[in-house]
C-alpha cells in the first residue's frame, strides 16, 4: 500500500471516531455506562472482531484511534491488570460461550481475572505446573497450589493451567481453564516479600470445582493456549510498564476510574524501585556533595551510560519493528541490561547514602524511599524470568546456540521435580 | 601457627557454634527481631554465665578471661552464622574496645568487671550526621565543666542505643593548641540531659538509635587521643569482618543445600553449570574474605597484646578486611537470593535475614571505598 | 528515523561489507601487517577509485561527495570488523576532521580535494609525552616566523606517521593574554627540519611514529581555537568507537561460531552452559556499545552539518561512545579468547589481532577512565 | 611419634648429609660427575627408595636434607623440566627395566623428557586424546599430534599418553608409553603465541616407533598412569614458581648448571608476566603521579586486597596441610583466583600506562615488560585448566555439587569430537 494511501484511511478513521466522541463522550457518564457505550460503538476495541465489541481495524489504527480519544480528553474501556490477557486468550481460543460470557465484562471493567501459571516447584520452568485438574462426576476438581499471583484478592476469574494427564510428556500434560475465583475451594493469601510489601499472592485449590464447558482449547493443549497468554503478556510489556499513569480529568467519572486504578496499582507501587531508579542519581549526588567526587563521577557515568545505552538499544528494536524488518538481537536484551542497570544502580545509592543505608522507614533518606531501592533491586534479576533463563534465552534464540540437554521428556510422572528427597 | 587455628581454637569455635545454633535457630532471629529490644535476656545471661563471652577477651585483672583477640573473632564468626540477636557486638566489641584502648586502669577497673559479666550493656556513640566513625568527623564538642565534660548534640545509628546501660560518646576537646582531638566519654543512660529514640533499621537484628544530649555530663576515658579514637574503631572494624565472614558463610551453605534440592526442568538447579560456577565464584570470594578477616584478628590479637609504636600494619589490615568482607558479604547475600529465585525474595525465606544484614554492614563502620581508601593510606601510599 | 539506518544506508553498507570480505581477509591482513607502510597502495586505489570513501563525507565543494557522518560510521564498522589495513583512519578521519572543523575556506579548498581523492594521505600528530588527545595538554609552541610558524618538539603515537604525505600537528599559541590556545598546523612530510622515527605498536594493523621537529615551519589552519581542537577529537572519537564496533562484532561472531563447532568432552562447547551465557553477555555488551556509537554517530551527523552554539551533547555522547565500546571491546576479545582456549592464544588464531586492536584502541583518543569524567563535564556536572 | 623423637632423628640425618658433604662436594667436579656421586650415595632423593639411588628417608626429611645443601652451597640432582614427574611415573608403575634404564639419567641431567598428553582437540577434555597406537609386526606405530609440549625440542624422552583401542569408552582405550623423540617419525615444530613467545611446541607423529617393552603400566591403563603424572605435577607446582631461581656461586660447576637452567628457563620467561606482576604496580603508580588520584587508588587497593588475601588463602592450605587436617576448600581456589589478579592487573596496568600501552618492545614502557604483561596476561585463565574447568572442580569437588551430564560414555569411537562438521 502506497503511504498515501494509508493516510487518507487513518484520517477517514479518525474523522469517525472524533465524531462519534463529539456525540458520545461525557463526564457525567458513570463509569459503568460509558464502557457499554463503548463496547457497543466497536470505539474501545477498534482493532478487535466486528462480532465481539470492535470495528475490525487492522493493528496499525489503533494509534490512530487512542489519539483522538486522548485528544478529546475520553476515557476508554477497562485495561487494568491482566483482563486484556485474558481477552487476547479467549479470542484466539475460546468458545463462542467463552466469549459472549466474558469478553463485555472485562472491557466495562466488572469483572476483574488473575493467571494462575506460576507454582511454588514451577517457576523457570512453568511447564512443571502440578497443579492437578481431575474429572469426577462430569466436572473439573483442582488441586494444588498457585504463586505470584498478582490481584487474585480481587478477581472474579483466573486463567489456570492444570496437569489433567501425568502420563503425557510435560507439555503435553496440561490443559487451560476459566476458574471461578470465587467458591469455597479456592484460598487466596497474600505473600509477603523481603522489601516488606505484599503484592502477590499464593492461591490454595482444595476440591475447587470447574465445570466443564469452561475448558479453554482442547484437552491436553494448556501449553498451547497458555502461549498466546504469554505472548501478549511480553507484548504488553511495555504497557505494564506505564502502570500508574492515571487521566487526570476532572469529573465523577475520573474520580472512578482514579479509584478503580488505585488498586490495581497498589502492587506495583515498589516496582520503579525495584528498577534502581536511575533518576534519581544525578540529584542526590549533587545533593550529598559526592558529585564533585571523581570516583562516584566514575561510578555515576558508568550507570548512566548503561541506562542510556539499554534505552537506545531498545529504541532500535521498536524502530526495526515499525519499518517491519527482521527483529535483530535488540529486542531480547532489555530484561537482562535491566538487572544489570538495577544492580549498578543500586550500589550508586549505596555510595551516595554512606551509612544512612542502614536506616529505612519514613525518617530514613526520602522517606524510605532508597531504602526500599535496595531491598527490592534483588527481584529484577528474577522476577519474569531469572537472568540465568534470560541469557538461556538469548543463546539459544537470538545466537542459535545449542539447547540444554533435557532431562525431562518422559511421562511427567517419572520427571524428579519439587524438592530432591 | 600464623596461618591456622589452634587446635584449642578450633574446640572453643565447637562449642560457640553449638550454642548458637541451639539459641539462635532461625524462629528465634524472627522472633527477637519483632521485639523492641532485639534480644533475650536469658539467652543472654547463659551465653555470659554458660560461655562467658562476655569475659572472653576482658583481661583478668578488670573481671575477665584474658583471651585474645582471635578468640573474639571465632565468636563473631558464629554469632555472625547464626545471625545471634544480643547486644554482643555493642557491648562486647564496640564499647570493649573504646574503653579498652582509651580509659585509664582505674576506669577500666570500674567499668569492664561488669560487662565482662554481662550485667551491663555497654555501646558506642559516635556516627553524627555526617555518617561517619571516623576520629576527624567527630564534632560534637564537650566542653569543661564541674565533675566533668558536658556534652550536647546528637549522635545516630547507635547499636543497641534502646536498651544499652552505658554508652561511650565520641566527642572533641580543643587541646590548646587551637585544634580539636577526639576522645571517647562515658555516659549512663539515666543521665540528666539524654534522650532516645528508636531509629528504623533495614537489619531488624541489630537494633539502632538516635540519641539526643543537650548538656549531659560525661566522664572522659583516659585523654584525648584522635589516633587511639581511630585504633579503637579499627579493632571494631576486624571483629565485624569477622562476624560478617560468617554470614557469608551460612548464606554459602544455604545457596549451596537449595541448589541441591531445588528441581526445574527434571534436574536439581545445582547441576546447571550456571548455578555451579556461581557457587564457585562465591565460595572463591568467600574465602578470600575470610582469609583478611583472619589475618587481620591476628594482627589486632598481636597488636592488643604488645603495644606496638607503629600501629600501620595493624590498621591496614583492619581496612583491608572491612573492604575485603564487605564487598564478598553483598555480593554473596545478593547471589543467594538469586539462586533460590522468586522464593529468595520473600519474607518467609530466610536468605533476606543475612540480606539485610549484609547490607547494613557494608556501611556500618565505613564503607568499601573508604576502607580502600584507608587502606592505602595506611600502607604510606 | 533516529534509531535505525534508512535503506539506501543499509545498501551502502552491504556495498562496503562485501569490498571489505574481499579485500581485506586475515590472510591479507596478516601480510600487510608485517610490511612497513601497513597498506596496500593497491587497494588503497579501489578503495578511493571505485567506492570513493576517501571523499565520502568531504563537502562536494572541496571534491567530495557530501555525505554525512553516518556514512563514515558505515564504512568505519565495515573495516573495523575487518580489520582493514590503510590508512583510512589517519586521512579521511583524524587528518580530515581537524581541517573540516578548523581550516579556511581556502585551506579547505587547497588541501582536501587531494585527501578526498586518496592522493594525499594526511594524519594528526598531537600526542605528546603526555599521551593525551586533549588541546589543554598540548604544549608544543607555535613560534610566529617568516612566512608562518615555527614548530620544535616532539609528537608520538602518530598513526601512519611514517607514510603520511602531509601532517595536521597540534601546537599551541600565545593568545596574548598570556594564555595559550591551541591550534592545527599543517606540515609537509618532505619539510626541513622534520624527522620520523617507526615506533612499534602492539597493533601490528595500525602502525605508528615518532615525528621530532626541529624549527620546522608550518602553516597554521585557521585561528587558534582550543574548543574547536577537541571537537575534532570528539568526532574521531565517535568515528573510534563505530570502528571498533565493528571489531566487537567480528569477535562476537567468532567466538559463536568456534563454540558451535568445537567438541570437549562429546558435545560441541557452545552447549555448555557457561560458554552459552558468556556468549549472551558479550551480545548484550556489544549491543548497547553499539547503541552508544550508532547515537554517537547521528549526533555528530546533526552537530557536522547544522553548526549549533552549544555542543555539549554532541561532546557528551561522543565521550559516552568512546567509553562505552572501549570497555566492550577488550572484555569482548579477552572474552573470545577465552572460548577459543589454549588455540585462542596462539599466533596462527587470528583472535590476538582483535585483541591487539581492542587493547591499542582502549587508549586511543583517551581511554575509558577519562571519557566518563569528560561525559560529566560535558553534561555539565 | 613424639616431637623430640623426630626432632632427633632429624638431627641425625642433618649430622650424616653434613659430614658426606663435607667429604664430597667440591666445585672442580664437572657437573655430571658430581650428579653421580649424588646418585651413588642416595642423598641426591633421599626419599626415593634405596634401591633406586635414594635412602628410603620419610617425605617430610627432604626439608631437613636440602637445608644442609643450601647451608653448603652445594649443588642437587637435575630437576628442570618434567623429568621428576617422569621419574615419579616410572617409580610407581614402570617396570624393572624401565627403572634402569630411565631413572639414573634423569637424575645426573643427561636425558631430558617432555610431556605428550594435551592435542588440538583435547585441551581440556585430556582423555578426550586422539593420539593412535597402533600394534603391527610386534611395535607400536604412533600417529597423530600433540600440543603445548613444553621442551620438547630438546628432550631425548616423552611421555605419551595415546590410544590403543576405539572401541571402549573414553578414559579406558588409552594407553601410557615412554616415546623415544630422537626418531624420523617425530617432528618437533614451535608454536608461536600471540605474545610473540614460542614456549610450547606442536609434535607430530607419523608412524613413530615404539618398542613394546616401552609401554608404561598395563595395556588400556593410560588414564590411570597420567594420573599419577599429573598428580605430581599439581603438587609440584608450588615449585614450578620457582623457574629461574638459579644458584649464583661461583666455580665451573655452576656455570655449567646456569647454562642448563638457562635452556629449560626460556620457555618460562613471560610467566610472571602472564600473572600480572602485581608487584610492580606500586612503584608504576608513584612514578607516573597517578598514585595521587582517587579512582587508581581505588583500583590498586582492590588489585592489592585480591592478591593479599589469595596468598593468605593458599598460606592457610598450606598450614592445614602441614598440621595433617583434612584440606578445606581453600587449596583447590588459587588457580582461579590467580586468574582474576591477572586480569585486575592488566587492568590497572592500562590504567598507569594511558595511550603509552599502545607501544610494545625495547622503547616502549619497561623495555617492553608492560606489553608483554598486556598480552600474556590472557594465556592465564586458559592455561593448565580454564576458569571454567577450575569452577567445574570447585563446584564438584569442593562443593559437592552435581557433575555435569556426560555425552561421551559410549565406545570412544562413536564420541563426537573435533571440530563439527
Known amino acids: 500500500m502506497e503511504n498515501n494511501v494509508i493516510d487518507s484511511k487513518i484520517r477517514a478513521v479518525q474523522a469517525d471516531v472524533r465524531v462519534w466522541l463529539k456525540e458520545n463522550w461525557h463526564v457525567n457518564h458513570s463509569l459503568l455506562e460509558w464502557r457499554n457505550l463503548l463496547v457497543e460503538s466497536g470505539w474501545g476495541v477498534p482493532c478487535w472482531p466486528k462480532a465481539w465489541y470492535g470495528r475490525g481495524l487492522p493493528a496499525d489504527m489503533e494509534t490512530a484511534v487512542n489519539g483522538e480519544f486522548a485528544a478529546a480528553g475520553a476515557l ?27 469478553l463485555r465484562r472485562i472491557l466495562t471493567g466488572e469483572d476483574n481475572w488473575c493467571q494462575l501459571f506460576s507454582e511454588p516447584g514451577s517457576g523457570s520452568d512453568l511447564a512443571g505446573a ?27 476469574w483466573g486463567l489456570l ?27 487466596v493469601q497474600p505473600l509477603r516479600q523481603m522489601n516488606g510489601h505484599a503484592s502477590f499472592n499464593q492461591v490454595f485449590f482444595d476440591n475447587a470445582v470447574i465445570e466443564p464447558e469452561y475448558l479453554v482449547g482442547a484437552l491436553g493443549d494448556g501449553w498451547k493456549v497458555a502461549m498466546t497468554t504469554l505472548a501478549h503478556e511480553r507484548r504488553s510489556a511495555d504497557g505494564f510498564r506505564n502502570w500508574g499513569k492515571v487521566s487526570n480529568g476532572e469529573g465523577a467519572i475520573f474520580e472512578e476510574e482514579r479509584a478503580e486504578n488505585a488498586i490495581f496499582n497498589e502492587p506495583y507501587k515498589w516496582y520503579p524501585q525495584r528498577a534502581g531508579r536511575v533518576d534519581l542519581i544525578m540529584q542526590r549526588a549533587r545533593d550529598s556533595g559526592l558529585i564533585s567526587d571523581l570516583r562516584v563521577r566514575q561510578e555515576i557515568a558508568a550507570l548512566l551510560i548503561l541506562s542510556e545505552t539499554a534505552k537506545w538499544t531498545a529504541q532500535r528494536a521498536r524502530a526495526a519493528q515499525q519499518l517491519g524488518r527482521p527483529q535483530g538481537p535488540e529486542g531480547s536484551l532489555g530484561k537482562l541490561a535491566g538487572s544489570h542497570i538495577a544492580r549498578a544502580a543500586s550500589r550508586v545509592h549505596t555510595l551516595l547514602g554512606g551509612a544512612e543505608v542502614m536506616l529505612k522507614g519514613k525518617d530514613s533518606e526520602m522517606q524510605g524511599l532508597i531504602a526500599e531501592i535496595l531491598l527490592s533491586v534483588p527481584a529484577t534479576s528474577i522476577a519474569g524470568g531469572t537472568d540465568e533463563i534470560q541469557r538461556n534465552i538469548i543463546a539459544e534464540r537470538v545466537l542459535g546456540m545449542p539447547k540444554e540437554p533435557r532431562f525431562d521428556t518422559g511421562p511427567f510422572r517419572d520427571v524428579p521435580r519439587g524438592l530432591k528427597k | 601457627m600464623q596461618y591456622s587455628f589452634s587446635d584449642e581454637q578450633e574446640q572453643f569455635r565447637d562449642i560457640v557454634a553449638r550454642f548458637m545454633r541451639e539459641k539462635s535457630p532461625t524462629s528465634e532471629v524472627r522472633k527477637l527481631m519483632e521485639t523492641a529490644s532485639g534480644y533475650d535476656a536469658n539467652i543472654w545471661q547463659q551465653m555470659n554465665q554458660e560461655l562467658g563471652l562476655g569475659a572472653l577477651c576482658i583481661p583478668e585483672v578488670y573481671g575477665g578471661q584474658g583471651f ?34 582509651t580509659a585509664t586502669e582505674a576506669q577500666k ?111 572522659m576515658l583516659g585523654k584525648p587521643d584522635s589516633v587511639k579514637v581511630d585504633k579503637s574503631i579499627a579493632f571494631s572494624c576486624v571483629a565485624l569482618a569477622n562476624e560478617m565472614v560468617g554470614g557469608c558463610q551460612y548464606l554459602l551453605s544455604s545457596a549451596v543445600e537449595y541448589a541441591q534440592l531445588r528441581m526445574q526442568f527434571g534436574r536439581t538447579i545445582g547441576s546447571f553449570q550456571a548455578i555451579k560456577h556461581m557457587c564457585a565464584d562465591m565460595l572463591l570470594e568467600v574465602e578470600l574474605a575470610r582469609s583478611a578477616a583472619y589475618q587481620a584478628a591476628q594482627a589486632v590479637h598481636h597488636a ?52 539485610k544484614r549484609a547490607k547494613s554492614s557494608e556501611e556500618f563502620l565505613g564503607g568499601p571505598m573508604l576502607h580502600r581508601e584507608l587502606l592505602m593510606q595506611a600502607w604510606g601510599v
Open chain 1, 76 to 102: 476508554g474501556v477497562a485495561r487494568a491488570g491482566i483482563r486484556m490477557l485474558a481477552a487476547a486468550t479467549l479470542l484466539e481460543h475460546g468458545t463462542e460461550a467463552h466469549k459472549q460470557k466474558f
Open chain 1, 130 to 156: 502440578t497443579t492437578r485438574a481431575d474429572l469426577k462426576d462430569g466436572r473439573w476438581l483442582i488441586n494444588g497450589q498457585k504463586l505470584w499471583t498478582t490481584s487474585a484478592h480481587h478477581a472474579e
Open chain 2, 68 to 101: 585474645g583477640f582471635v578468640e573474639l573473632a571465632i565468636v563473631l564468626e558464629e554469632m555472625g552464622r547464626n545471625l545471634f540477636c544480643a547486644p554482643f557486638f555493642s557491648s562486647s566489641v564496640l564499647a570493649t574496645q573504646a574503653i579498652l584502648n
Open chain 2, 109 to 219: 577497673s570500674a567499668i569492664l568487671p561488669d560487662i565482662a559479666s554481662g550485667q551491663r550493656i555497654a555501646t558506642l556513640a559516635m556516627c553524627e550526621a555526617n555518617a561517619s566513625w571516623r576520629a576527624k568527623d567527630v564534632s560534637m564538642l564537650a566542653e569543661p565543666v564541674d565533675g566533668g565534660f558536658s556534652l550536647s548534640g546528637k549522635k545516630h545509628l547507635v547499636t543497641d542505643g534502646m536498651y544499652a546501660d552505658t554508652f561511650v560518646v565520641a566527642a572533641c576537646v580543643d587541646n590548646g593548641a587551637g585544634k580539636s582531638e577526639a576522645a571517647f566519654f562515658l555516659v549512663q543512660s539515666d543521665a540528666s540531659g539524654l534522650r532516645r529514640a528508636e531509629q528504623d533499621g533495614i537489619d531488624a537484628t541489630r537494633k539502632l538509635a538516635e540519641l539526643e544530649f543537650r548538656g549531659v555530663v560525661a566522664e
Open chain 1, 161 to 187: 493451567l492444570a496437569r489433567t494427564d501425568w502420563d503425557l510428556p510435560k507439555h503435553q500434560g496440561l490443559s487451560y481453564f476459566v476458574l471461578d475465583m470465587r467458591q469455597p475451594g479456592v484460598e
Open chain 2, 304 to 355: 592488643a597484646q604488645a603495644e606496638s609504636e607503629d600501629d600501620s600494619e595493624m590498621l591496614a589490615l583492619a581496612s583491608l578486611a572491612k573492604a575485603s568482607v564487605s564487598d564478598a558479604y553483598i555480593r554473596t547475600a545478593e547471589t543467594c537470593i538469586q539462586i533460590h529465585g522468586g522464593i529468595g525474595f520473600t519474607w518467609d525465606n530466610d536468605t533476606h535475614l543475612w540480606f
